[in-house]
Structures are given as structure tokens and as C-alpha cells.
């Protein structure tokens, strides 16, 4: 079956295995915005970090964390509003 919808879509055979597949539902997922809680159930990983080291470059750019640990630091130093998101609730 594996290699009749390889075919069918246009996969090259040489490179393509089963475990490509797992891998484009995975960067699918990742890329569209889904929440890596939700991949790392979907393709049954024991842990999250197992799916955050295989697939967080795939996160949209604008989606990934920036600045925690300065954040915190300044949450901690009281220069920094203690809002999630690290911007202002004005």
C-alpha cells in the first residue's frame, strides 16, 4: 500500500520511506501553527522534548519564544511587567 500512494503522490522512490511520512504530517503540523502538546501526542512521543529537539525549527518564526530568560529577569527585577506575553496591558 506504502508504495502504491508513494507513486500516487509523486514521491520519489529512492528517498522515500514510511518514516518520511511521520516526518511530513510532524512539519506540517508545526509549520501551520499547531501546538507542539498536540504533535507530540499525535506522533505519541514520550515526552515533549523529544518533539521540540526534532521539530522546532519547523514553528513559524513570529510563533516562537524570544527573550524569556532577559524577560524573566526583568519580571524578577521589577523593570517588567508581570504579563504573559511580556508587552503591556495598556
Do not use: C
Not at 508545526?30 to 519547523?58: C, D, F
Request: no cysteine.
Amino acid at each position: 500500500m506504502w508504495a502504491d500512494w508513494r507513486e500516487a503522490a509523486g514521491w520519489p522512490k529512492e528517498s522515500t520511506t514510511f518514516h518520511s511520512l511521520r516526518h511530513f504530517f510532524a512539519t506540517t503540523l508545526m509549520s501551520n501553527g499547531v501546538e507542539p502538546q498536540a504533535v507530540q501526542k499525535a506522533l505519541r512521543h514520550a515526552n515533549l522534548r523529544i518533539t521540540l529537539e526534532t521539530y522546532v525549527h519547523w514553528l513559524p518564526k513570529k510563533d516562537r519564544p524570544r527573550g524569556l530568560v532577559g524577560n524573566l529577569l526583568r519580571q524578577a527585577d521589577g523593570k517588567l511587567p508581570k504579563h504573559p506575553t511580556g508587552q503591556d496591558q495598556t
